[in-house]
DNA sequence: GCGACAG
DNA sequence: ATCTTGTCGC
């Protein structure tokens, strides 16, 4: 038990929510913090939320995958009702609850979070996995599949082409737009905390070996399907 | 006001 | 996120 779950709040409103990104936001760190890719006996460990809103619940999982061999080292589960609605940037505030309740379950701790998202990459530069990174202190990439309402330019056909995600208001750069997968449609990285948009590139393609999402995330996205079934169906 | 809008 | 089968193509 790592207790992540007590250091979240549910906002009451969508303004509050906006002010609790902004007081947290300035706790991210962008520095190359987590061990690199693909070194045996890391845990890596992929999150997702999966929702049933007609019957009010939510379930997250967490599975773990060893760096180096990406087998399944383990998982956790955790299902609840389902804390505030969804609101473009503000999708924290419905999936951390779960989620850090299902990382509280962890008997392990990981050396760095994969989660479906953005981080960085955020109209206040504080997404999901920034959220969960500073919220837990464990080092965190975003990956997503939409780039929301970043730009980036041309990528090349090859897997490992990468183009800067950049915010069009600033033209900062917010994250990038990584080819896991020749010729198929890329996903969106940005920093979550403790990493480097580098190393969570990296990162990301070693957990995406021959599939656009990262392993991480497509074992997790499996789990918290199954759970939030069990969950429905009573268990 | 209208459209866009991570999951 | 979620509603949803088969089907076209490499």
């Known amino acids: 038990m790592t207790g992540y779950a007590a250091r979240h709040t549910t906002p009451a409103t969508a303004e509050e929510a906006v002010a609790v ?5 300035g706790r991210v760190v962008v520095a190359d913090e987590a061990p690199p890719p693909g070194r045996p006996g890391t845990l890596v460990a992929g999150v997702d939320v999966a929702y049933d809103d007609a019957r009010d619940t939510v379930a997250a999982a967490v599975v773990v995958l060893d760096g180096g ?21 503000l999708l924290a505030f419905r999936e951390l ?23 960085l990459a955020h109209p206040r530069r504080f997404g999901l996995a920034s959220h969960l990174g500073v919220l837990t ?12 309402g970043f730009a ?9 082409a990468r183009a800067a995600l950049t915010d069009p208001a600033t ?26 948009l580098d ?16 392993e991480t995330t497509r074992r997790a996205d499996r789990l918290c399907r199954a759970a939030l079934a069990r969950a429905v169906a009573g268990a």
Do not use: I, M, W
Not at 21 to 25: A, P, Y
Not at 152 to 160: K, S, V, Y
Not at 171 to 196: Q, W
């Open 199 to 214: 190393a969570a590139c990296a990162h990301v393609l070693r957990l995406a070996r021959d599939v656009r999402q990262p």
């Open 137 to 148: 202190g464990l080092p965190s990439v975003g990956v997503a599949k939409n780039p929301f």
């Open 97 to 119: 609850p779960a989620a850090l309740a299902a990382l509280d379950r962890l008997r392990g701790v990981p050396d760095l979070v994969v989660c479906d998202g953005y981080g």
């Open 21 to 25: 990104q902004g007081e947290l936001r």
């Open 152 to 160: 980036h330019g041309p990528l090349d056909a090859e897997r490992g």
């Open 69 to 89: 061999t990406l087998e399944v080292v383990e998982e956790a589960t955790a299902a609840g009702p389902v804390p505030f609605p969804y609101l473009p940037g």
């Open 171 to 196: 033209g900062e750069v917010a994250g990038a737009a990584l080819r896991t997968r020749a010729g198929v449609k890329p996903v969106y990285v940005s920093v979550g905390h403790r990493v480097t």
